[in-house]
């Protein structure tokens, strides 16, 4: 069966270490995979797209690398803030629709 | 900054009423989407729409489901009767190309009595 799956439910870490959030996919073959961050009662929001012919992207404090022979993507945040707690969500872009995963809400604490 | 707006913000109905849901995308966008969240649960995609007709829909969308782009601006997510199981979060979202990014909007909360 196809699965998508995020590491945890949910990740503590101290303000100004690196989070890692993880992402596993079964049975699909996506050609890009996607990173988005939700706040609690609002929408999803952008924040990086890595295709199947890319190993990694980078954007300000975010990294985010795609192995489709392990149908991994790892999601980092170095210098984590107190403002970077949400849940972020892995999507798989199959031709346009997002399959999203169930998210990993991170905890920052100062 | 460009984005996507949805209305209304809440809706309540009976079970067996129609509903509508309404969404402006972003102006140049091509592509746009529903999707739903079950409180607690996973962001699930609902259809995609592409030059006035669907390009996709999951298992969910059944006949109970529509969608419509009236003119020029909005696109309409209307399901003809509601069940308590529908009650949900309903996002728009678009895109400007296949394989892009997508905008969400801030969602509709459908409440079914």
């Known amino acids: 069966s196809q699965k998508i799956e995020q590491n945890s439910e949910a990740l503590n870490i101290q303000e100004g270490k690196t989070a890692t959030l993880t992402c596993n996919y079964t049975n699909y073959s996506p050609a890009y995979l996607q990173w988005y961050r939700q706040d609690p009662g609002r929408g999803p929001v952008f924040l990086l797209l890595?295709?199947?012919?890319?190993k990694e992207k980078r954007k300000e404090r975010l990294k985010v690398t795609f192995d489709t022979t392990l149908k991994q993507s790892l999601f980092h945040i170095t210098a984590s803030q107190p403002a970077d707690s949400a849940t972020y969500l892995c999507a798989l872009d199959l031709a346009g629709k997002l399959i999203f995963g169930q998210g990993t809400t991170l905890q920052v604490k100062p | 900054e460009p984005e996507v707006t949805q209305t209304p913000s809440h809706q309540v109905t009976q079970m067996g009423q129609e509903v509508i849901l309404r969404c402006v995308p972003i102006s140049n966008h091509l592509y746009f989407y529903w999707y739903r969240q079950i409180l607690g649960q996973k962001v699930e995609f609902l259809v995609s729409f592409y030059n006035n007709e669907i390009s996709e829909k999951s298992e969910i969308f059944d006949d109970q489901f529509s969608v419509e782009r009236p003119d020029g601006s909005n696109f309409t997510l209307k399901i003809r009767s509601t069940k308590l199981e529908d009650s949900a979060m309903y996002f728009c979202a678009s895109s400007a190309r296949w394989g892009d990014e997508q905008f969400f909007g801030p969602g509709t909360r459908l409440t079914v009595l």
């Open positions: 890595i295709r199947e012919n890319e």
